[in-house]
Every structure is written in structure tokens, then in C-alpha cells.
């Protein structure tokens, strides 16, 4: 079924578990073009369940999941898929965002578009595009993800906690170009994350959600840590949104 227009994804009533058996109460959201949603809770709340489930990865338990028309949906799973076993350059691994019949075997044989050398070079990774991917640090390999990101097409993305590897600095450069990429593309993001100061400097919404105390709460990140639930499961306060600090 479509979603409203203007609206890229629409939960509606979503519950979500396993074997029919439903982990959190029911989930009504909606997410427009250009929003960055952040997805937040202890470890073990739900928040990749409901991510997979979102994608049509896993079946609801019950609710549904509406989409709009023509909507391309991408994901960045928590652990990096790139088998770093293939001899695959940084370029090589952005063009797989747009390429389709592709072989690892015969990376060159197709021109590169200047899409794949510009989105490196808005990822600040333009240099690297010769580099072998694995020789790459965490860091770069995760610019390196959000340029084929960039290039794919996609009108939304879900990203589960991409910034896990990274130093606090790191991590909160990776933020600025997550945002900076949906401003420039109108790109839905939708990202898990635990670094509670970024997201309240980008999100625009916040899903918390906590198995423990069969909590959901959704809305702006100011709203949501000021909820009950989120004071329930989180000793502290967030720190103010202009703070570097590892919170994890």
C-alpha cells in the first residue's frame, strides 16, 4: 500500500518481533523527503528489528508499512558487507551504488560516471578513489559508504549505527556529511545511533524505543529526552548539541 503524499514511509501500527510474538507496542511514524530521523535506545530495545523490518527484511507482527510511489530504499547494515577480500579500489566500491550486472571480476570495464568523483569528493575521500578499499582506515571506509550511497538513488536510507568504529571527532564528522548529503539530495536518513549529542544537533526526529519498559516515543530530540521513558533508561542528561564526546 502507498503512503500519503509527501511521505516516503508510513508506519502504521507497526509491532514488530519474532515468531508472531510482538516486541514493543505498536510504532506510528511518518517520514518525508529530506527529514533525518534518529533511532535510539539501549542495546537490545529493538531499534534493528524495527530497521529490518522497515526494509521488508523481516515480516511485522502485525500494523503495516506503507511507502510512497517509486520510492528506493537503501541500507547500511551495522557490520560492513564489502568482503575485503576482493581487490576493490574506493571508486570501485561507490559504483556499485549505481551499477547494475556488475562483476567483481571485471571492475574496469565500464566507464566511470562523474557522479562516483564528485560524491568521493563531497565525502572529502576525492583522493582515495585509487586506494585499495581495505587499506582504508574506519573512517574512510565509511565516507567511502556514504559516497555510494550518494550515487545510488535512493530516496531513503537506513543506516545502522554507522559510526560504531569511529573516535568521537570522526563520528561527528560523519554526522555533518550525513546532513549534509540530505540537505543536497532531499535524501531521507534514518540512523541508529547511541551519540545522543549529535542527534540532537541533526535530527529532526526521534524514535526511542526500549523492550525493557515497553516504551515508543517519537517526536523532535528535545521532546523525547525530556520523556519520562528516556529519563527511565538514561542516567543523564544529553550534553548540549555543540559537544564532542564519546556518550557510548
Known amino acids: 500500500m502507498s503512503a500519503s503524499p509527501g511521505t516516503l514511509l508510513h508506519c502504521r501500527g507497526l509491532r514488530i518481533g519474532y515468531h508472531g510474538v510482538p ?28 530497521l529490518r523490518t522497515a526494509l521488508g527484511l523481516m515480516p511485522a507482527v502485525s500494523g503495516r508499512i506503507e511507502t510512497g510511489p517509486d520510492v528506493k530504499m537503501s541500507y547500511l547494515p551495522q557490520r560492513n558487507v564489502i568482503d575485503e577480500l576482493y581487490p576493490l579500489l574506493a571508486r570501485d566500491v561507490v559504483r556499485m551504488g549505481l551499477l547494475r550486472g556488475w562483476s567483481f571480476l571485471r571492475p574496469s570495464v565500464r566507464i566511470e560516471p562523474p557522479s562516483v568523483r564528485q560524491a568521493l569528493s563531497d565525502m572529502g575521500v576525492g583522493a582515495l578513489g585509487d586506494v585499495p578499499y581495505r587499506r582504508l582506515s574506519e573512517g574512510q571506509k565509511q565516507r567511502v559508504l556514504f559516497a555510494r550511497l550518494a550515487v545510488s538513488g535512493a530516496n531513503i536510507a537506513l543506516l545502522d549505527e554507522p559510526t560504531s568504529a569511529m573516535d568521537p571527532v570522526a563520528e561527528a564528522e560523519a554526522f555533518a556529511l550525513l546532513d549534509g548529503l540530505r540537505h543536497r539530495q532531499g535524501l531521507a536518513i534514518v540512523v ?29 530530540p528535545d521532546e523525547v529526552f525530556e520523556h519520562e521513558a528516556f529519563h527511565r533508561r538514561f542516567s543523564e542528561r544529553p550534553p548540549p548539541a555543540a559537544e564532542v564526546d564519546d556518550e557510548r
Do not use: F
Not at 25 to 41: K, M, N, S
Open 192 to 220: 541508529v545511533s547511541h551519540y545522543l549529542g549529535m542527534v540532537r544537533r541533526y535530527a529532526d526526529r526521534a524514535l526511542l524505543l526500549d523492550r525493557d519498559t515497553q516504551a515508543v516515543v517519537v517526536g523532535p
Open 23 to 50: 516486541l514493543l507496542p505498536a510504532i506510528d511514524l511518518e517520514i518525508g523527503p529530506g527529514e533525518l530521523w534518529a533511532v535510539i535506545g539501549r542495546n537490545g530495545c529493538g531499534k534493528t528489528t524495527w
